[in-house]
């Protein structure tokens, strides 16, 4: 429907909350299987051609690294606002933990000590931008690439 009343729009989306969403969708009941980021781009692709014009612009995603140390969570769980600022008087291994986070984004030879790493992935880098371009390269070539919140 946008495209339809605005050709020339940007669309932008799903505008995912995290790892666990991009992968399963926070472990939907009908998942079935799939990753749910290749089944969303699958189905914007099969839409594009029923449709005969691009229905996504940008995958958007939003990314939340939960790293730890000395294992505990560098975000404190307790609180409800993912706005709490970090603790007046952070060790230098938490300091360290916050300064080497954002290379999940793109660095192949980094494994931070996260969930994501230990339970979901095998324990391997996450490589966030490679891995998105990969998914988009394979189900809907074209696409541009946005990560447009990020809060650690």
């Known amino acids: 429907m946008i495209k339809r009343q605005a050709p020339n729009a940007l669309v932008f989306g799903p505008v995912t909350a995290g790892y666990g969403e991009m992968v399963s969708l926070q472990d939907a009941p009908d998942q079935a299987g799939r990753e749910y980021l290749d089944f969303y781009l699958d189905t914007a692709k099969t839409l594009e051609m029923t449709e005969g014009k691009r229905i996504l612009d940008v995958l958007d995603v939003h990314w939340y690294p939960d790293v730890q140390v000395d294992g505990k969570s560098l975000v404190d769980a307790s609180h409800?606002?993912?706005?709490?600022?970090?603790?007046?008087?952070?060790?230098t291994a938490e300091i360290e933990a916050r300064v080497q986070a954002p290379r999940s984004l793109w660095d192949p030879t980094y494994v931070e000590d996260s969930w994501i790493t230990k339970y979901d992935n095998g324990h391997q880098p996450i490589r966030l931008i490679p891995w998105l371009k990969e998914k988009i390269a394979v189900h809907y070539p074209g696409t541009k690439l946005a990560i447009t919140e990020y809060n650690l």
């Open 80 to 91: 409800q606002d993912i706005f709490t600022p970090q603790k007046a008087n952070p060790s």
